[in-house]
């Protein structure tokens, strides 16, 4: 089974989605799941610098007020799967091109679901602004890579593109939020594009009828 999550590491609901998906997985251990983690931009335009964090979320939900209510909620649910969001120690809400530059790096050298998990704790535990290359570059390192390498690669513009069209092509499959994920029951299928598409930090027991119903496909 492959399973296509299209996420963006800014996203709390994604890294609880993550947690969902490995509880659904913990129950169809005969699953054998193949994970991809694929990228959205929930912000395309955002500049390479970001934009803080306060202003930016108080124009998307129209008051500090109501930002505490929202992230308040996502904390508590952040603790049924055992994340401790420190969302207080975010400054600043990063372009996440390189975030998913890094993880695309780490893929190809058998690291991306550890690559995934490093840049989640380091956005939204250790308020680290992702956006930044130094933030990255520490990513990289404590995931084993060569500091130079990973530098070099940053400063190129390797998979800058890519990024940019699998953000295009999520919304061609009709993927407008995250966490979704697409359950293909082969690689044909994938290819095909076929899947079962789920969306939104569903419970770990929707999920896992979701694989269901994908390997009853095959």
Known sequence: MLIDVFFDPICPWCFIG???????????????????WRPFLLNPEMPMGGIGRTAYLVRKFGSEARVRRIYGAIAEVGQSVEIDFRFDGISRTPNTVGAHRLIRFAGRRGKGERAVEAVFRAYFLDGLDIGKTAALLAIGEELGFDQATIDAYLKSDGDIQWVHGENA???????????????????????????????????????ARLIDAALAAA
């Not at 993550?18 to 991809?36: C, F, N, T, V, Y």
């Not at 966490?179 to 899947?195: C, T």
């Open 18 to 36: 993550k947690r969902r998906l490995e509880a659904a997985l913990a129950l169809r251990p005969r699953a054998r799941a193949e994970i991809s």
């Open 169 to 207: 092509a999520a919304h061609r499959m009709g993927i407008n939020g995250v966490p979704s994920y697409v359950f293909h029951e082969s690689r044909r299928s994938r290819n095909q594009q076929n899947g079962l598409i789920l969306s939104g930090a569903q419970d770990a027991t929707v999920i």
